[in-house]
C-alpha cells in the first residue's frame, strides 16, 4: 500500500513569507503527527491531529499551526518565516493516537527560508 | 563486536561486525520505546520497538534491550551490513502523550567492507 506522501519535496521562501506543506497519510489512518529536524535541535515533535482535531502540541510558536480534513489529509503552515525555520518537516501516521502506536515516516518536505 | 557505552555522534564498523548503539533516555514516565533508521533523503524508518514491561526484543538481526532503571536502551545489529549504514535515533513515547515521540540525538553508523 501507499506510503504516507508529503508535498512540496523541497521548497525556497524569503523571511516574512508563509508556506503551506501537506501530507496524506497511509489509507486507514487516522492519526497525523509532524516534526521538524534540522541538524541542531535533531527531530522535534510539533502537533497532532486526530479526527480533525489537534491531540497534542509540542514547544513551538503560534506562527506553527495545522489542520486537517475529514480524508485525514493534513497540512501544516507557517507564518513569518524566519531563517531558523529551515528545516526538514516531516510527517508522520498512524492507525489512531493511542500510544505504542507504531509512527510511519513520509520522506519529508525541505524548507530553506533565504 | 564494536560497543559504546555513552551515546557518541558516529560509530564505524566492519562488515559482519556487529554493531551495539545505545541511547538515553529522559523521561520515567515513557513506556514505550522505538528504534529508527534514517537514510540520506528520506524519513526515518521504524526498525523494531519495545514496551516498558519487557527488557528485550529480537527481530531480525537486531536486538533491543531496555534497562528502566538507568533509563538506558541500546539496539545491536548482528553481522552488520554496507546497507546498514545510516542515521539510528532511539524514541520514547511518554504516557498520555498520544503518540507524541521524544528523539534521541541520533548516531550515525558507517560500515566499511
Known amino acids: 500500500k501507499a506510503g504516507v506522501t508529503q508535498t512540496p519535496r523541497y521548497l525556497i521562501k524569503t523571511r516574512g513569507q508563509q508556506v503551506t506543506l501537506s501530507c496524506s497519510p497511509i489509507s486507514g489512518h487516522r492519526s497525523v503527527s509532524w516534526y521538524q529536524q534540522t541538524p541542531g535541535q535533531g527531530l522535534q515533535f510539533l502537533f497532532e491531529?486526530?479526527?480533525?482535531?489537534?491531540?497534542n502540541k509540542g514547544n513551538f510558536p503560534g506562527r506553527f499551526s495545522g489542520r486537517q480534513f475529514s480524508n485525514s489529509r493534513s497540512e501544516m503552515n507557517v507564518s513569518t518565516l524566519e531563517l531558523g525555520d529551515s528545516a526538514l518537516y516531516l510527517c508522520a501516521s498512524s492507525k489512531d493516537t493511542t500510544g505504542a502506536n507504531v509512527l510511519t515516516f513520509g520522506a519529508g518536505s525541505r524548507l530553506t527560508v533565504l | 563486536g564494536e560497543s559504546v557505552g555513552l551515546h557518541l555522534p558516529t560509530l564505524s564498523v566492519q562488515e559482519g561486525d556487529n554493531s551495539i548503539i545505545n541511547c538515553a533516555y529522559s523521561?520515567?514516565?515513557?513506556?514505550?520505546f522505538i528504534w529508527y533508521k534514517q537514510e540520506s533523503g528520506k524519513g526515518p524508518q521504524f526498525i523494531i520497538d519495545i514496551r516498558s514491561n519487557m527488557d528485550k526484543r529480537q527481530g531480525q538481526r537486531v536486538t533491543v534491550l531496555l534497562n528502566k532503571t538507568v533509563k538506558h536502551l541500546s539496539l545491536q545489529i548482528a553481522a552488520t551490513q554496507p546497507g546498514d549504514s545510516a542515521v539510528y535515533f532511539c524514541a520514547e513515547n511518554p504516557a498520555q502523550a498520544g503518540t507524541a515521540l521524544i528523539f534521541g540525538k541520533g548516531t550515525t553508523l558507517s560500515v566499511s567492507s
Open positions: 491531529y486526530f479526527s480533525e482535531t489537534q491531540r
Open positions: 523521561n520515567s514516565a515513557s513506556d514505550y
